[in-house]
């Protein structure tokens, strides 16, 4: 496991209010790079726990948002555990959250509030649409920020009509932007001493990712179509059937166009009018995509692989989860990692996608902490005795799970 002092981020502390998956995403990023974070749940939990499927009654999307951190719970509806978090923020650099607009103030929790007594505090916010603005008070769930964004606009085909990502893209992306955020806030503090207040929306991540379509729109006025799996301006580029099934080829140069016609002895095309440049090629993309599917059924999608890439034409395969998870480069990046969790023992996990110094692998310090797992580990660092600790745990302001209660 990677020594936790190596990392970019050890030393920052982050308290971690935030629930369901954005907000515990963006926390997760800056724990795998070293932060300790601080989750806080409520009494009855992050209501991610209750979202199958389950390992062992455990939540699998919780085991995916949550590990190197440590988790306390306290009764949010509890004067005495705002109090709480309100001294837990005096002590931290960053504050995580993503409750609906106007939540954190009614708990005293807000923005002016916390950094009034700790100058130094980056606080994040993520919310579906935006903290103001006339769509800032609509829940921010992800299926709707991908229709709302325009991703699902280009994302499918005809025959499909618009499709939602396969995972929940814009959950994530929320929660990368702002981990880049927060991110960009600790470097300038370290010039002017000063934290500042971080915010990012379901709606704005989604629509800073759409790029070329985005810009084909403000450019040129054009409203993207669904492409299905062929790229929007590159042909032939995308999904081609073989002889056993579909194979990803992505020859996006001239030059590898050639080489693509030499590989399928298909070399009359190059010179043809109708698909010598790329514009040309597009306006008959169908006609092309049929003429190079006959060859490509002649072979497997091995063979083809193997000729490709042999030409230096990018192509592979269209994987399910178990042929990711069997993939000789897959392991080799040690992109799964195992350790112990306290109630399922040794589970494996995908692993964070980031390397310091070509080291591969060992990126989880901690599995996700199960409920209430270090709270009184964490509020003993603050000063807190055993009896009050234990005295808050009787009146229910806190949570300790029973088997942490003594460590």
Not at 28 to 45: H, R, T
Not at 106 to 129: C, D, H, K, Q
Not at 192 to 211: D, I, K, P
Not at 270 to 278: F, L, S
Request: aromatic share 6%; proline share 5%.
């Amino acid at each position: 496991m990677t020594d936790p002092i190596s990392l970019p981020l050890s030393g920052v502390r982050v308290l971690d209010l935030t629930r369901a998956l954005a907000g515990p995403f963006c926390t997760m990023i800056l724990g795998d790079l070293g932060a300790d974070v601080i989750k806080v749940e409520p009494a009855g939990g992050d209501m991610i726990r209750e979202w199958g499927p389950f390992d062992r009654g455990t939540s699998a999307y919780y085991l995916s948002g949550n590990r190197n951190k440590r988790g306390i719970a306290v009764n949010f509806r509890d004067p005495a555990a705002l109090d709480l978090l309100r001294e837990l923020a005096g002590s931290c650099d960053v504050v995580v959250e993503n409750f609906r607009a106007g939540a954190m103030e009614a708990m005293g929790l807000a923005y002016e509030t916390l950094a009034a007594a700790n100058p130094r505090l980056i606080y994040a916010s993520v919310t579906g649409f935006g903290r103001t603005g006339p769509a800032s008070g609509r829940p921010g769930f992800d299926q709707i920020a991908q229709g709302y964004s325009g991703l699902m606009s280009v994302t499918g085909s005809a025959e499909s009509g618009p499709v939602r990502v396969g995972v929940a893209i814009g959950d994530q992306t929320a929660g990368m932007w702002c981990a880049i955020g927060v991110l960009a806030a600790i470097a300038e503090r370290h010039t002017t001493g000063r934290g500042r207040r971080v915010e990012t929306s379901l709606l704005a991540g989604l629509v800073g990712l759409m790029s070329v379509q985005a810009q084909r729109y403000l450019s040129l006025g054009e409203v993207p179509a669904l492409a299905g799996n062929t790229h929007p301006v590159i042909a032939p580029y995308g999904v081609f059937e073989t002889g056993d099934g579909p194979l990803n080829i992505a020859p996006a140069t001239a030059e590898m166009w050639k080489r693509l016609c030499d590989v399928l002895e298909l070399q009359q095309l190059v010179d043809d009018p109708r698909y010598a440049t790329n514009a040309a090629r597009m306006e008959r993309r169908v006609e092309l995509k049929a003429i190079i599917e006959a060859k490509l059924k002649e072979r497997s999608r091995r063979e083809w692989s193997e000729r490709l890439l042999a030409a230096d034409i990018p192509a592979g395969p269209i994987n399910n989860l178990a042929d990711v998870f069997g993939d000789e480069q897959v392991i080799h990046s040690r992109l799964v990692e195992e350790m112990q969790h306290t109630q399922l023992g040794a589970i494996r996990q995908v692993g964070s996608p980031v390397t310091f110094d070509g080291r591969l692998g060992g990126s989880i310090r901690r599995a996700p902490p199960v409920l209430g797992e270090h709270t009184f580990e964490v509020l003993r660092e603050h000063g807190y005795a055993q009896r009050d600790l234990e005295a808050l745990a009787r009146k229910g302001v806190v949570v300790q799970h029973a088997q942490g209660a003594s460590a």
